[in-house]
């Protein structure tokens, strides 16, 4: 099991540079749904099932599905100008610098990370994600369909241009 | 790194089977049909098809924006019902007051959907 | 509408395996690959049959009971679609990248209604294991005598995503020559075709296994017959079923006009979506009161 922990971590690694270096916006849809796939076998690794299946379903089957609508509208197949000006990438890098440094701080506060507790080893199974969820976590979880309401008038504003 | 417990569903293992055969089974007819068809290449047969017309431009046009909207839709109504799995299976557990909690929940829902269909933003010429 | 024989016409080994000029020769290569990966790998959550006693151990009828099996396989389905959109757009053939455009708004559209309409099914059996819920159909309490809203919901739907008449639009040959596949021959159209095909037979299956009671059938465990053969006979029986229902999609196909584009949407959007809301709230409802909570 170690073994295809170090292959999938590989994979995503791999892939989520693919994300960054191809050139076509395409193929960096393709690399991040490859990326998707190695974190989501890493959670059935951990018997995080039903997080695995949401990772595949929300982020690989729908908003990669809409990134790739977004490409093809936007027309992106003719390469734009990939060299930015030198400018953006510095201030690009610095800014990556910066948070690689607080990324590290925070593992180094962190301690030592314990192990996963075997016993808890259920608690990624939707039984009892439900009953969490729906119990303790209610508030927010309700409070997240204003948020879904807030994204449905927004979509609707965005594409008003055409419609009108 | 931090010794974590891993303990997988053994189940996935015949996943990972069944994925491997079906790679297998798409890789092997590649190579088939790279090696079994004729190549005849011409510049005029390597054209797109249009109906025999010649061929204007880039294919890749813009299209209309009402698609991206369904995508959109698509994407807020699949987080939507991904919430409804963990909360249909604890149901029994949960009794009126969880159907009270997710009536509220989808109520939202179809409330924003209703102004999309009020705006006319769903409708197709 | 194609002509499916797989081994004698357009789609053979033997065709010339063309790549247009202009497209994305990768992606245009991987597109179908997906097609077929995707159909064929969704079977292994679907359960074949009972348990088979042999020679001292126990064998599932299943490649995997899975805890999440309905979530495995709609999340396999949600990947399909990448192999359209990527084949249309790649073929850089303007019917091909709108049949393709067509195709995935169809087929993200329709997966809303029957998530939800499946749903339903669940909070009646309080399980996502395909498994489990076929074995609460035992008898004749199949899920069809409950859920028959649920089921026409389901069965529309299936006959969206699987992009079959009345709802084969991408592919409509009078407005879009052959729809997303048009640059395709050989074994790569083939691979298109198949999964088509592929999928009916998943979702015949599906439907079989989530509303038809799946390997059970009635009053056939008072005949005190051995568990083995009780066994294969349910299986032959969950085969008939999905024969059934094949024949059920053929049919449609030679009876129904296609839709048109507007009224495929105004359909999966206005209709079968709030239809299958309402329809998972009353089954809520009704499951409580039953219940008597």
């Known amino acids: 099991m170690e073994i295809l922990f170090y292959l999938l971590a590989i994979v995503a690694i791999a892939s989520a540079l693919g994300v960054v270096l191809s050139k076509n916006p395409v193929y960096s849809v393709l690399s991040l749904i490859c990326t998707f796939f190695a974190i989501a076998a890493q959670y059935i690794l951990l018997n995080a099932q039903f997080l695995a299946a949401v990772h595949i379903i929300v982020y690989a089957g729908a908003i990669m599905v809409l990134f790739l609508f977004v490409i093809m509208l936007l027309n992106l197949n003719i390469l734009v100008e990939t060299q930015r000006f030198t400018t953006a990438r510095l201030t690009a890098a610095f800014t990556g610098g910066l948070l690689c440094l607080v990324l590290i701080a925070a593992l180094r506060s962190a301690g030592d990370i314990k192990a996963a507790n075997p016993a808890n080893a259920k608690i990624g199974l939707i039984e009892n994600l439900g009953m969490t969820l729906f119990n303790q976590y209610l508030l927010p979880f309700e409070v997240s369909s204003l948020l879904f309401l807030a994204a449905m008038v927004g979509a609707v504003v965005l594409a008003k241009k055409e419609i009108a | 790194m931090p010794s974590i417990q891993l303990q997988p569903d053994l189940n996935y293992i015949a996943v990972l089977l069944q994925i491997g055969i079906a790679l297998a089974f798409v890789l092997f007819t590649y190579a088939v049909i790279a090696v079994a068809g004729p190549k005849l290449k011409g510049k005029n047969k390597d054209e797109n098809f249009e109906c025999g017309i010649e061929a204007q431009g880039n294919a890749r046009v813009p299209y209309s924006i009402k698609y991206f909207l369904v995508a959109i839709l698509f994407v807020l109504f699949d987080v939507e019902v991904i919430f409804l799995y963990p909360w249909a299976v604890n149901f029994k557990q949960l009794g009126w007051i969880g159907l009270v909690e997710m009536t509220l929940f989808v109520g939202f829902f179809l409330f924003g959907f209703y102004y999309i269909v009020h705006r006319g933003a769903l409708k197709w010429e | 509408m194609v002509y499916c024989s797989p081994w004698l016409t357009e789609q053979s080994f033997f065709k010339e395996d063309f790549t247009p000029a202009h497209a994305d020769k990768f992606l245009f290569n991987l597109a179908p690959g997906i097609a077929m990966f995707v159909a064929l790998i969704t079977g292994a959550a679907i359960p074949w049959g009972g348990t088979l006693h042999l020679f001292g151990t126990d064998y599932a009828l299943q490649i995997a009971d899975l805890n999440i099996g309905i979530l495995y396989i709609s999340g396999v389905v949600s990947i399909g679609v990448y192999g359209i959109m990527l084949g249309g757009w790649a073929s850089n053939n303007k019917f091909a990248l709108l049949g393709a455009i067509r195709a995935s708004s169809q087929m993200i559209s329709y997966e809303i209604g029957m998530g939800i309409a499946i749903i339903a099914i669940v909070m009646m059996s309080g399980s996502l294991s395909l498994d489990e819920i076929v074995r609460q159909q035992a008898g004749f309490h199949w899920n069809i005598f ?53 999928n009916m037979f998943i979702s015949s299956a599906l439907m079989a296994s989530l509303y038809f009671g799946g390997y059970n059938m009635p009053f056939i465990d008072q005949l005190g017959l051995p568990q083995n053969v009780l066994t294969l006979l349910g299986t032959a029986f969950l085969f008939a079923k999905i024969f059934f229902f094949i024949f059920f999609f053929m049919w449609i196909r030679w009876t129904i006009p296609r839709f048109r584009y507007d009224q495929l949407m105004h359909l999966g959007w206005k209709v079968l979506m709030p239809l299958a809301i309402v329809n998972m709230l009353l089954t809520g409802g009704a499951i409580l009161l039953k219940n008597g909570l």
Do not use: W
């Open chain 3, 146 to 198: 409950y859920q028959p809203i649920g089921f026409l919901i389901f069965i529309t739907c299936a006959f969206a995503e699987c992009n079959r008449t009345p709802f084969d639009l991408p592919e409509c040959e009078q407005e879009l020559v052959g729809g997303y596949h048009t640059e395709y021959s050989s074994m790569k159209l083939g691979f298109f075709m198949f999964s088509e095909y592929v």
